[in-house]
């Protein structure tokens, strides 16, 4: 295959075949020549044109992931008739309930020896998602009187922080009783702050989510 | 100089010199060239025998200091006669009021650039910090109901990743304002679990830190 005149369609190949690849052998054992021979005749060379290694190939993965999250997360913001609260309860919802987070957690990367995805989780989350979807949400939640904060940003911050990266269970090994606690620990500060969103449905999504990671993570070690 | 016969004694010669020379030029404009310019005549083959990189010798440096750390926080854990939130009180108190910290803030690394260094504090934090020292303060303040809590692993998890990590300028390069807004909306994150712990004096601490940092950042980036 000659290389493609459109770079788009050529990366959103990649990243197809790549994902797929991550879905069906893991990200660990998966091989930019596993990507390769899978890609219809594309050369090394062209995949190296855009990637550099296959760290970079789970970045963009993951970055039109976001990508498409964020479009969910821009419309809950902002929906009308809706109270702060209320859109700060659809937004975790909706969130855990994605079926593509099925596929994510089933990809499994390891988050122990890939440094740069779990910096760029944590930098994305504080400084792109909390402010940019949460700050809004919780600045009207002060207004219509359903989140006690005088701090919105900050406290966008810590909730997205809590949630995204010390709940996932993909960056701290948790097992299904220790996402049952953390939950639980979760919902108790956001009380704190007049917030009572989460309730059992949301835990039980969110078990079956770790239990679909620890699976994978286990098979993936054999 | 020959190569010492006391590996242990050459390590901290090189951390002892590395961390001066950190503090002098911030840790970006300090070469590893340097560090060997000022060892006294020990070649490069021995520091390289050592450390692979300067990020080596920082994690080795930053390793060194945290070790400290825990001597100080590990005599608060075991001190009789106080509460589990007196301890906490007390653990949060000393931990930034240390003349160490100052050197620390005026290293000043840049987190952004050096994600191993981040994903090292972060599971630190989380699977060394809080259950060796956190966890055993919490399930006393169970027992003697200083602390508000059924789930004290996750709890000591949860508040030293937002100390450790998110109230850290280091990593998201807060200027002292926005210290001011974390430490505000950590409080009440605390009151949630019944601790009432923090107070003026640690906030002014705290942001004598951020500035330090904050000097030290843009005496670095001239």
Known sequence: MARNKHPEETINLILDVAFRRFMEKGYEHTS???????????????IY??????EDILMAVSDRMTAKS??????????????????LKTIFKESINRPVQ???FTVAPNFHSNSKLLSSLLHETIEEAAPDYIL???E????????????????????LLAANVWMNPMIFDSSEK????KFMVFDQMLRGFGLDIVDKEMLER???????????RQSSAR
């Open 32 to 46: 930019i020549q596993d990507i390769i021979d899978h890609l219809g005749g594309l050369s090394k060379g062209a």
């Open 49 to 54: 044109h855009h990637f550099k290694s296959k």
């Open 70 to 87: 964020n479009q969910m997360l821009a419309a809950i913001r902002d929906c009308p008739g809706l109270s702060g609260k209320e859109k």
């Open 102 to 104: 099925n596929d994510i």
């Open 136 to 138: 809004p949400i919780i």
């Open 140 to 159: 009207q939640g002060i207004e219509d009187c359903s989140v006690k904060t005088d701090y919105p940003k900050q406290l966008a911050e810590l909730i």
């Open 178 to 181: 220790e996402t049952y606690c």
């Open 206 to 216: 969110l078990q079956e989510l770790t239990s679909i990671y620890t699976k994978s």
